[in-house]
């Protein structure tokens, strides 16, 4: 069972996701919470596998509640999915940094906010596609580039590794990446185990970040579709 925790500012849209996601067998609403203050509590105490968090809230926004929960001195992690909506880019780039695992657009299907859920608690992390696009050409243009530099990628990383990165830059799951490498799934995450500490990165969605900042891959280009 996945517990999920769900903190939005606005009464309506709080209850369609909680209702949405309490809908689905194998997840658990434990909790909701109304201001970010209530949600970091709320989150301590519950402990749940995933935290939704809409990234404007009274008290403390979605970045601050995140980097609480999910950032370098969390004990212990608590992974995030933000909701978020176009126009709120540079609170985009702060939740990256902060250590979200994952960014969903307000007016996805239900289909897609429980995929998302599953996905960030099953340690995948998500992106919704047509942000993505969006971003990673902002973030790479706004963001230094980290310690570890894409001409250094090749020496740091191994041919497979390298060959993974890529791949989950593209959004491809374990299973897809799996397929093509023609490995077990159980190879690929043994790679991806092996090289994000390497990376400085400690999730699947904070290495593909790190690659279109460090221009290990291109960046998608908005006009392309």
Known sequence: MIRVMIAEDQPLARAGLAAVLASEADIDVVGT???GTEALEMARDLRPDVACLDIRMPGRDGIAVARELCGPAADPVIP???LTTFDLDDYVFGA??????GFLLKDAEPDAIVHAVRQVAAGHG???ETLTRRVMREFVERRRLQPVTAPRAHSVLTAREHEIL???AQGRSNE???RE???EVSTVKSHLARMMPKLGVRSRLQAVVWAYQNRVVAVPDPESR
């Open 33 to 35: 919470a109304a201001d």
């Open 80 to 82: 995030v999915l933000i």
């Open 96 to 101: 990256l940094e902060a250590g979200a695992s």
């Open 126 to 128: 998500t992106l919704d």
């Open 166 to 168: 890529l791949l989950l």
């Open 176 to 178: 897809e990446i799996a």
């Open 181 to 183: 490498l023609v490995v």
